[in-house]
């Protein structure tokens, strides 16, 4: 079955190309208007083909030669391996000859003045629409299928193919863009700006030391580093008392706890920073009692790393808690009755056996806590006071009073060295140690119980926690419903009605000035969500049961995109496609596809997760009774990957729902997401409307997710019964 | 599972069937994009307006100005707005002067306010005034009246020793509104003084906010005792009830004026010129005080709202703004403020 599908799915492919080229329309069309098809096969519908015949666009067909090239190759009576050969020539010619051509000719002729005087005339193009995308999605598989004839994969198409896709779409929509924007902070209108670029980069107010011995403010990059620290060991350890509570006591609102760990994940950003405004504020609820209670002066202490700290803890800890009860159940229990058995003391178990298994655990939850608090833009924004850190800094950089987008690239690349940084220390650290305590068989001990200091720090830390972040979410619910929180109380429904008002004329109109933006953020996400699962699962499968060379390059590219920030982000996306060859500005489709790049290391996390519990016996043998990869899959690993499946939705949708800081440019007036219109009610100081609309946010998600959970409970049961039959069949 | 899979696929195409039908039918007369850049309470009145009284099919994306100006010119070398209407003249100007927006004259520009002609004039057509608001401060009257300071009416007021921590600003490199101010000074005062003065001054502030709005409605919370914004957002916060007053200070003061610019290669370059004479008839621009935006309207004939701040009252310095509007300016006043002022140590 290998050896026969790769030529004729070439064939297939190459078809399609040659198909797309002749008849469909090869750049981008505004859908209504554009399903017309006016003027075609010539016209802003029209085919290549035709208008490289006619309509006075002769440098499109230059992609009849790869195409070419390629019938000749899979007709030709030559050696498998030579075909092959042939083959990825065609498709590296092909993929060359559309993107020079893109890249080169733009809405206003020649993007490069070497160009024009090279050839001369005034060339005009559109950004690639559906022929232009096929055409070249079909080059890249023809190289593709080309090299697993070479025998890459052991000639396996589908793996060489998949590899390829991801790839490609990575630099496309990862690496082109982000280089884009980092070019800037070098690279500006008159040419190379090096030596600005040394003394930007260099500046006091990024690296100042000047509060280790003054009352002035440190750097900002100081400033994001110390508090990304604090708020990753904070989280850590609040995380760890959770998850000790939850598996190693017999605390009974276990389930409750794990269901309020994902209230903050499904938090629309900087609602939490508000509730803190409002309550620890000047003018804050429990100022206000401490005030007239106690004469406590009023103060601004929440504003400036207090505050900022403060609310990242209450919307990361829950991450670091997730993560953190996996490894406390895996460890094994034997270890601990072993140690037992040999007379240590539950003190003593807990500090040799315990803790360092915990290690590896921790240093993760500290680093997604540490990076966490490093790409949060909403809660400095709100809470920040006097103290900077870099995702404002970007952010203004970009659309302040003073743009300057040298200084927003420079300080892009700061955060960027430092994100990095610290996955490079992670998988330093982590690699080079063994910590495996999951063996496949059952581990049939009982988990030791902790000794009792431990559990009352543990109690005595997150009981407050747990009831002042009840009391939190309380307030932004009761926020949604008073007239103006802080001032007036008086019951309402008017920030609701403002958000959602809804008349019925013969059907729903939906007349309130948020439904728009919810719509747009519902479609959005619920179409990214499933594409990112995929892509993301995709890739686990690649990189835990298949061996290429530059795996580990890939691994590292795949991971990149989460460790740039939201900002960056947007305008990359605004710089790299608003133009022609990839004009996708305004489209909902460059919101989908930001959220997939986003929120896909997050699948590969899930998938490689699960993967690596899955014994590799069970592929093997699919493969050994000669059912091909895809077949394997489909069949083998799908139904087995379905928590990771489920997980990566979930997160994909909610990420998709919450995200602000990577949208807020990437908006149309077709396509506005629930968060940027939820900022602009901020900006405004209407915060009743906006807690009123992430109320509501909330509560949607809530029920989405908790539907999801359903789902997932349904679906454990199925899970042994598909297992058992798989190897005997 | 399955079921949850179908289900919200379905959804999904739903949704996707609903735009798909929702933008087939709004063909008719051709459509516009309103790049929008004052509050969404009174862009939506606006654009339903314009389109029960054209026909015209307004897709309309809200940002603050700065935002918008970024977009704009991201989007220089493929334009997907048509025009830019309100949000301070800042940066209206500053796309101006770096060719982003169109040339335009309108028939309705007779009657117009003087500044407003005056800046289109600047601007060599390019962008024109349609609402000003005056610069000014408030102050949460029950805190001032609990620390017993009295009542300031300057600006040479706020550097009284009481009002330590009590003042709040936004910061100039990220908001227009602080920009303003820090231009109007230079004007007032001559620069070296102006400089002493924010010295001064940064003693008694506990926070630059990010955005311009902002220490409007914390003075309005008390979160500050003294808030320095535009006089109409404080107008805002007090008609909704909140205890405060504003003030024009005694000195003088500067003034913004919020503009419009059609964008340079418009797609919808007649619909943008349609828009563009339309809002600046009276009727439009009377659509502003329902809307709670109490700024001064630049046509004569528009009725200036009751609440709105009187700028018979104001003593209004005549503000340069092709001086303080241009980038190297602004750069170099920028650049002095962080190293001479953000950067004391309090």
Request: overall charge positive; aromatic content about 10%; proline content about 5%.
């Given at each position: 079955m290998k050896s026969k599908t790769a030529p004729d799915a070439t064939l297939w492919w190459l078809g399609l190309a040659a198909g797309a080229f002749c008849l469909l329309p090869w750049y981008w069309i505004d859908l209504p208007q554009g399903?017309?098809?006016?003027?075609?096969?010539?016209?802003?519908?029209?085919s290549a083909l035709a208008l490289g015949l006619a309509g006075g666009?002769?440098?499109?067909?230059?992609?009849l030669a790869p195409l070419l090239l390629g019938f000749a190759a899979l007709n030709s009576r030559l050696p498998r391996e030579t075909r092959g050969l042939v083959l990825v020539w065609a498709g590296v010619i092909g993929l060359a000859v559309i993107l020079a051509q893109g890249f080169l000719i733009g809405h206003r002729g020649w993007n490069f003045a070497w160009a024009a005087s090279l050839f001369g005339g005034a060339p005009q193009q559109n950004g690639f629409g559906f022929a232009g995308f096929l055409t070249l999605f079909c080059f890249l598989l023809l190289l593709c299928q080309g090299l697993a004839m070479r025998g890459?994969?052991?000639?396996d198409g589908f793996i060489v193919s998949a590899i390829g896709i991801i790839v490609a779409t990575i630099i496309l929509f990862v690496f082109f863009p982000v280089g884009r924007v980092l070019s800037q902070s070098v690279w500006g209108p008159d040419g190379w700006m090096l030596d600005t670029f040394i003394s930007k980069i260099t500046d006091r107010s990024i690296w100042g030391l000047d509060c280790l011995t003054s009352s002035l403010n440190c750097g900002v990059a100081w400033n994001t580093v110390f508090l990304g620290v604090f708020v990753g060991v904070v989280c850590t350890l609040l995380g760890l008392a959770f998850a000790l509570i939850a598996?190693?006591?017999?605390?009974?609102?276990k389930r409750a706890l794990t269901l309020f760990s994902v209230l903050p994940i499904i938090t629309p950003p900087f609602v939490i920073g508000l509730a803190l405004i409002l309550i620890f504020?000047?003018?804050?609820v429990v100022s206000n009692l401490l005030y007239e209670w106690f004469a406590i002066p009023r103060s601004?202490?929440?504003?400036g790393f207090t505050g900022i700290s403060i609310a990242q803890i209450l919307a990361f800890t829950p991450i670091s808690f997730m993560m953190l009860i996996g490894v406390v159940q895996g460890i094994a229990p034997s270890l601990e009755e072993a140690s037992q058995t040999l007379r240590a003391s539950r003190w003593t178990t807990f500090r040799t056996i315990t803790f360092p298994l915990l290690r590896p655990g921790l240093a993760n939850a500290f680093l997604v806590g540490f990076i966490e608090s490093l790409a949060d833009f909403g809660n400095p924004l709100v809470l920040g006071g006097n103290y900077e850190v870099l995702s404002t800094k970007i952010f203004f950089a970009v659309?302040?009073?003073?743009?300057?987008e040298s200084r927003a690239a420079i300080l892009a690349l700061v955060l960027l060295g430092f994100t990095l940084i610290a996955f490079w220390a992670q998988q330093a650290w982590i690699g080079k140690k063994v910590y495996t305590t999951v063996a496949g068989k059952g581990d049939a001990g009982l988990p030791s119980p902790l000794p009792r200091p431990i559990v009352w720090l543990c109690g005595l830390v997150t009981v407050p926690w747990v009831i002042f972040s009840i009391g939190l979410y309380a307030l932004i619910l009761v926020g949604g419903f008073?007239?103006?929180?802080?001032r007036d109380y008086t019951p309402t429904l008017k920030h609701l009605t403002t958000a959602f008002k809804m008349n019925f004329d013969g059907g729903p109109i939906?007349?309130?000035?948020?439904w728009d933006s919810l719509f747009a953020t519902l479609e959005v996400s619920l179409l990214s969500a499933p594409l990112t699962a995929a892509i993301g699962l995709m890739t686990a499968y690649l990189l835990s049961r298949q061996t290429f060379a530059g795996k580990r390059s890939f691994e590292f590219g795949t991971m990149l995109s989460f460790a740039i920030p939201g900002t960056v982000i947007g305008v990359s996306y605004i710089l790299a496609f608003?133009?022609?060859?990839?004009?996708?500005?305004?489209?909902?489709l460059i919101l989908i596809i930001c959220f997939m790049f986003r929120n896909m290391p997050v699948g590969v996390r899930a998938g490689l997760a699960t993967l690596s519990q899955i014994d590799k016996s069970l592929d093997e043998a699919s493969l050994t009774l000669g059912a091909g990869s895809a077949t394997t899959i489909r069949r083998v690993m799908l139904p087995l990957l379905r928590p990771a499946i489920l997980a990566s939705l979930v997160y994909s949708f909610v990420r998709a729902m919450t995200s602000v800081s990577a949208v807020i440019f990437l908006v149309s007036a077709k396509y506005n997401m629930a968060t940027t219109y939820i900022v602009g009610r901020v900006e405004a100081g209407e915060f009743g409307i906006a807690i009123a609309y992430s109320a509501m946010l909330i509560v949607f998600m809530l029920i989405v997710i908790l539907l999801i959970q359903l789902a997932v409970g349904e679906r454990r049961l199925g899970r042994r019964a598909i297992a058992t039959p798989m190897p005997t069949s | 599972m399955n079921r949850f899979m179908t289900r919200s696929a379905m959804g999904a195409l739903a949704l996707g069937a609903a735009t798909l039908a929702g933008s087939l039918s709004a063909q008719a007369q051709g459509q516009l994009t309103v790049y929008c850049s004052v509050q969404e309470e009174w862009c939506r009145p606006m654009v339903e307006a314009f389109e029960k009284d054209t026909g015209i099919k307004v897709s309309m994306t809200r940002k603050s100005s700065g935002e918008t100006y970024a977009q704009i010119k991201a989007e220089a070398?493929?334009?997907?707005?048509?025009i830019w209407w309100g949000g301070t003249g800042d940066p209206h100007m500053q796309a101006a002067e770096e060719g982003l927006t169109e040339e335009y004259k309108s028939?309705?520009?007779?009657?117009?306010q003087d500044w407003a002609v005056k800046q289109w004039n600047q601007t060599k057509g390019r962008t024109i005034g349609i609402y000003s608001g005056a610069l000014g401060f408030a102050y949460n009257t029950k805190l001032i009246a609990s620390k017993g300071i009295?009542?300031?009416?300057?600006?040479?007021?706020?550097?009284?020793?009481?009002l330590k921590d009590e003042v709040q600003v936004a910061d100039p490199n990220s908001s227009g509104t602080s920009y303003t101010m820090l231009a109007t000074l230079v004007q007032i005062m001559g620069e070296d003084k102006a400089f002493d003065y924010m010295k001064k001054l940064h003693k008694n502030i506990n926070q630059y906010t990010k955005s311009g709005a902002a220490p409007a409605k914390a003075t309005s919370l008390g979160e500050t005792t003294v808030g320095i914004a535009f006089l109409h957002d404080h107008v805002t916060m007090i008609v909704e009830g909140a205890p405060m007053k504003a003030v024009a200070p005694c000195e003088g003061t500067g003034y913004e004026i919020g503009s419009m610019s059609i964008i340079k290669g418009a797609k919808n370059l007649e619909n943008a010129k349609k828009w563009y004479d339309w809002a600046l008839t009276p009727k439009a621009q009377a659509l502003a005080a329902p809307a709670r935006s109490y700024q001064v309207p630049s046509n004569k004939d528009t009725p200036i709202p009751p609440?709105?701040?009187?700028m018979a009252d104001i003593k209004l310095i005549d503000f340069d703004f092709a001086k303080y509007g241009s980038s190297a300016e602004r750069k170099r006043l920028l650049a002095k403020w962080d190293a001479e002022v953000k950067n004391q140590p309090k």
């Amino acid at each position: 079955m290998k050896s026969k599908t790769a030529p004729d799915a070439t064939l297939w492919w190459l078809g399609l190309a040659a198909g797309a080229f002749c008849l469909l329309p090869w750049y981008w069309i505004d859908l209504p208007q554009g399903l017309l098809l006016a003027g075609w096969p010539l016209g802003a519908s029209g085919s290549a083909l035709a208008l490289g015949l006619a309509g006075g666009k002769p440098w499109l067909l230059l992609m009849l030669a790869p195409l070419l090239l390629g019938f000749a190759a899979l007709n030709s009576r030559l050696p498998r391996e030579t075909r092959g050969l042939v083959l990825v020539w065609a498709g590296v010619i092909g993929l060359a000859v559309i993107l020079a051509q893109g890249f080169l000719i733009g809405h206003r002729g020649w993007n490069f003045a070497w160009a024009a005087s090279l050839f001369g005339g005034a060339p005009q193009q559109n950004g690639f629409g559906f022929a232009g995308f096929l055409t070249l999605f079909c080059f890249l598989l023809l190289l593709c299928q080309g090299l697993a004839m070479r025998g890459f994969c052991r000639g396996d198409g589908f793996i060489v193919s998949a590899i390829g896709i991801i790839v490609a779409t990575i630099i496309l929509f990862v690496f082109f863009p982000v280089g884009r924007v980092l070019s800037q902070s070098v690279w500006g209108p008159d040419g190379w700006m090096l030596d600005t670029f040394i003394s930007k980069i260099t500046d006091r107010s990024i690296w100042g030391l000047d509060c280790l011995t003054s009352s002035l403010n440190c750097g900002v990059a100081w400033n994001t580093v110390f508090l990304g620290v604090f708020v990753g060991v904070v989280c850590t350890l609040l995380g760890l008392a959770f998850a000790l509570i939850a598996t190693r006591t017999r605390f009974p609102f276990k389930r409750a706890l794990t269901l309020f760990s994902v209230l903050p994940i499904i938090t629309p950003p900087f609602v939490i920073g508000l509730a803190l405004i409002l309550i620890f504020g000047r003018s804050g609820v429990v100022s206000n009692l401490l005030y007239e209670w106690f004469a406590i002066p009023r103060s601004r202490w929440i504003y400036g790393f207090t505050g900022i700290s403060i609310a990242q803890i209450l919307a990361f800890t829950p991450i670091s808690f997730m993560m953190l009860i996996g490894v406390v159940q895996g460890i094994a229990p034997s270890l601990e009755e072993a140690s037992q058995t040999l007379r240590a003391s539950r003190w003593t178990t807990f500090r040799t056996i315990t803790f360092p298994l915990l290690r590896p655990g921790l240093a993760n939850a500290f680093l997604v806590g540490f990076i966490e608090s490093l790409a949060d833009f909403g809660n400095p924004l709100v809470l920040g006071g006097n103290y900077e850190v870099l995702s404002t800094k970007i952010f203004f950089a970009v659309v302040g009073s003073a743009v300057d987008e040298s200084r927003a690239a420079i300080l892009a690349l700061v955060l960027l060295g430092f994100t990095l940084i610290a996955f490079w220390a992670q998988q330093a650290w982590i690699g080079k140690k063994v910590y495996t305590t999951v063996a496949g068989k059952g581990d049939a001990g009982l988990p030791s119980p902790l000794p009792r200091p431990i559990v009352w720090l543990c109690g005595l830390v997150t009981v407050p926690w747990v009831i002042f972040s009840i009391g939190l979410y309380a307030l932004i619910l009761v926020g949604g419903f008073v007239n103006s929180l802080g001032r007036d109380y008086t019951p309402t429904l008017k920030h609701l009605t403002t958000a959602f008002k809804m008349n019925f004329d013969g059907g729903p109109i939906f007349t309130g000035s948020a439904w728009d933006s919810l719509f747009a953020t519902l479609e959005v996400s619920l179409l990214s969500a499933p594409l990112t699962a995929a892509i993301g699962l995709m890739t686990a499968y690649l990189l835990s049961r298949q061996t290429f060379a530059g795996k580990r390059s890939f691994e590292f590219g795949t991971m990149l995109s989460f460790a740039i920030p939201g900002t960056v982000i947007g305008v990359s996306y605004i710089l790299a496609f608003n133009v022609p060859p990839f004009e996708l500005t305004g489209t909902g489709l460059i919101l989908i596809i930001c959220f997939m790049f986003r929120n896909m290391p997050v699948g590969v996390r899930a998938g490689l997760a699960t993967l690596s519990q899955i014994d590799k016996s069970l592929d093997e043998a699919s493969l050994t009774l000669g059912a091909g990869s895809a077949t394997t899959i489909r069949r083998v690993m799908l139904p087995l990957l379905r928590p990771a499946i489920l997980a990566s939705l979930v997160y994909s949708f909610v990420r998709a729902m919450t995200s602000v800081s990577a949208v807020i440019f990437l908006v149309s007036a077709k396509y506005n997401m629930a968060t940027t219109y939820i900022v602009g009610r901020v900006e405004a100081g209407e915060f009743g409307i906006a807690i009123a609309y992430s109320a509501m946010l909330i509560v949607f998600m809530l029920i989405v997710i908790l539907l999801i959970q359903l789902a997932v409970g349904e679906r454990r049961l199925g899970r042994r019964a598909i297992a058992t039959p798989m190897p005997t069949s | 599972m399955n079921r949850f899979m179908t289900r919200s696929a379905m959804g999904a195409l739903a949704l996707g069937a609903a735009t798909l039908a929702g933008s087939l039918s709004a063909q008719a007369q051709g459509q516009l994009t309103v790049y929008c850049s004052v509050q969404e309470e009174w862009c939506r009145p606006m654009v339903e307006a314009f389109e029960k009284d054209t026909g015209i099919k307004v897709s309309m994306t809200r940002k603050s100005s700065g935002e918008t100006y970024a977009q704009i010119k991201a989007e220089a070398s493929n334009p997907k707005g048509d025009i830019w209407w309100g949000g301070t003249g800042d940066p209206h100007m500053q796309a101006a002067e770096e060719g982003l927006t169109e040339e335009y004259k309108s028939p309705n520009m007779a009657n117009l306010q003087d500044w407003a002609v005056k800046q289109w004039n600047q601007t060599k057509g390019r962008t024109i005034g349609i609402y000003s608001g005056a610069l000014g401060f408030a102050y949460n009257t029950k805190l001032i009246a609990s620390k017993g300071i009295p009542e300031p009416k300057c600006w040479a007021d706020l550097l009284n020793p009481k009002l330590k921590d009590e003042v709040q600003v936004a910061d100039p490199n990220s908001s227009g509104t602080s920009y303003t101010m820090l231009a109007t000074l230079v004007q007032i005062m001559g620069e070296d003084k102006a400089f002493d003065y924010m010295k001064k001054l940064h003693k008694n502030i506990n926070q630059y906010t990010k955005s311009g709005a902002a220490p409007a409605k914390a003075t309005s919370l008390g979160e500050t005792t003294v808030g320095i914004a535009f006089l109409h957002d404080h107008v805002t916060m007090i008609v909704e009830g909140a205890p405060m007053k504003a003030v024009a200070p005694c000195e003088g003061t500067g003034y913004e004026i919020g503009s419009m610019s059609i964008i340079k290669g418009a797609k919808n370059l007649e619909n943008a010129k349609k828009w563009y004479d339309w809002a600046l008839t009276p009727k439009a621009q009377a659509l502003a005080a329902p809307a709670r935006s109490y700024q001064v309207p630049s046509n004569k004939d528009t009725p200036i709202p009751p609440q709105a701040p009187k700028m018979a009252d104001i003593k209004l310095i005549d503000f340069d703004f092709a001086k303080y509007g241009s980038s190297a300016e602004r750069k170099r006043l920028l650049a002095k403020w962080d190293a001479e002022v953000k950067n004391q140590p309090k």
